[in-house]
Nanobody
Framework: QVQLVESGGGLVQAGGSLRLSCAAS????????MGWFRQAPGKEREFVAA????????YYKDSVKGRFTISKDNAKNTVYLEMNSLKPEDTAVYYC???????????????WGQGTQVTVSS
C-alpha cells in the first residue's frame, strides 16, 4: 500500500505562489509515477501535472505550463508542486496520486491523498 499526505495549501492573492508537498510512505516511492490533480466545486477532477517514475520527464496541463513545476525527491519520498503566478481559476482542492504510469488519466492512478485546499483571491 502507498499512503500519500498533501500539505502546503492555503489562501493566496492572485499573482502569488504556493508550494504543495506530498509525502509518500509504503511501497517504493521511486518506482511510482506521481501526479497532481485538482477538483473545483461542481467540476470533475482534472489533471494538473505528472512526473515519470524513472526518467523524471514531466507533463502539464496546458493552462499551467510555465507557471507550475512538478518535482520529486526520492530521498525524502516527497513530490512537490511549485505554483507561481496563481490565478483565481486555480482555486480547487489539489490531490496527489501515485500509479504505474505518468498519465493525465485519473483512473490510471491507484493511490490518492486526502487533498489540500488552494484558494486564490482576485
Amino acid at each position: 500500500q502507498v499512503q500519500l499526505v498533501e500539505s502546503g495549501g492555503g489562501l493566496v492573492q492572485a499573482g502569488g505562489s504556493l508550494r504543495l508537498s506530498c509525502a509518500a510512505s509504503g511501497r517504493t516511492f521511486s518506482s511510482r509515477a506521481m501526479g497532481w490533480f485538482r477538483q473545483a466545486p461542481g467540476k470533475e477532477r482534472e489533471f494538473v501535472a505528472a512526473i515519470h517514475r524513472n526518467t523524471g520527464t514531466t507533463y502539464y496541463k496546458d493552462s499551467v505550463k510555465g507557471r507550475f513545476t512538478i518535482s520529486k525527491d526520492n530521498a525524502k519520498n516527497t513530490v512537490y508542486l511549485e505554483m507561481n503566478s496563481l490565478k483565481p481559476e486555480d482555486t480547487a482542492v489539489y490531490y496527489c496520486a501515485s500509479g504505474p504510469r505518468a498519465t493525465w488519466l485519473v483512473y490510471e492512478y491507484d493511490h490518492w491523498g486526502q487533498g489540500t485546499q488552494v484558494t486564490v483571491s482576485s
